[in-house]
């Protein structure tokens, strides 16, 4: 049976949707291949199979080729390498439904393409559940890890930065207050997860846990060893601290799909009050003993 001749503006956004599809194809086949762990690999060969067919059921009704777009393929490849698949795949969704074709008013003209296009959802989100990666299986350590150093750290500098009004002492007391802090927590880490029969994740826990605590200590400090002046040190430190808790809100609201504004402003409210505080309680110690530095 022959197809009727399709309007212009459904070709188009069929043209877009191929793009789409072919694209994604390339990005998803790249990763799969340069996957180690047999498991992703094969789940995203699975979701690169799924883009390509998709790619061909719009190309009957186009009767076109539509060739990938090099730029995302490179971009996403990259960002997925780096911060990890689930992430990667996930932002590349997000932007996606951002420029998402309408197929409301393709289905005038395709009654299936809604069901097409359901299933082909579906299943992708079916197979992106399937990965495994230890950037998402450790999140709750990570979290731990940065969230202590925020307000632990931030709430140290505050109290020193007016207690001793020297920016390389209170640096000095940062990175030791800082390093002892990554240690406790690694250490309290592991020892909690053994203590809940997580012995095999219980190294890992501990190292993701660690590593987070220092990165964050690491954004706090290096203002002080920038500046002269203690206070333009402290306030970029904090600026650094709402940075931090920006990035990874943003990172966990991507790749776990929670919500972005109530976990970053739990945190920026957190680490705030807690510095204020220790802010306060550096003053009354200096002026309770008289210190001058």
Do not use: C
Not at 116 to 138: F, G, P, V
Not at 158 to 171: H, I, K, P, S, Y
């Amino acid at each position: 049976m022959k197809r009727k001749p399709l309007s212009p503006e459904t070709r188009s956004q069929l043209l877009v949707a191929q793009g789409n599809e072919i694209t994604e194809y390339h990005i998803y086949k790249q990763l799969a291949e340069k996957q180690r762990d047999p498991h992703n690999a094969e789940v995203l060969s699975r979701i690169a199979d799924d883009e390509h067919k998709h790619y061909e059921i719009w190309k009957e009704y186009t009767e076109k080729e539509v060739a990938p777009s090099k730029w995302k393929i490179w971009k996403f490849y990259w960002i997925a390498r780096i911060f990890g698949i689930t992430f990667g795949i996930k932002l590349m969704e997000k932007g996606e439904e951002n420029a998402q074709v309408n197929y409301n008013e393709i289905a005038d003209e395709i009654p299936e393409a809604k069901i097409i296009a359901k299933e082909e959802n579906d299943h992708e989100d079916q197979l992106i559940a399937l990965l495994e990666e230890d950037k998402l299986k450790y999140v709750g350590s990570i979290v731990l890890g940065l969230n202590d150093a925020l307000v632990e750290i931030l709430g140290t500098l505050a109290g020193l930065t007016f207690a001793l009004q020297n920016t390389r002492l209170v640096a000095l007391a940062g990175i030791i207050t800082g390093l002892a802090g990554a240690l406790s927590m690694s250490s309290s880490e592991y020892l909690s997860n053994k203590s809940e029969g997580n012995h095999e994740g219980a190294v890992k826990s501990a190292i993701f846990t660690g590593i987070a605590y220092v990165f964050a200590v690491v954004f706090l400090v290096v203002p002080y060893l920038l500046f002269t002046s203690p206070f333009v040190a402290l306030i970029v430190a904090v600026i650094d601290s709402v940075l931090v808790v920006f990035l990874y809100s943003y990172y966990i609201s991507v790749a776990n799909d929670q919500p972005f504004r109530k976990r970053f402003w739990e945190m920026v409210i957190l680490s705030t009050v807690v510095g204020l505080i220790s802010f306060g309680l550096g003053y009354l110690v200096r002026i309770m003993f008289g210190i001058e530095v």
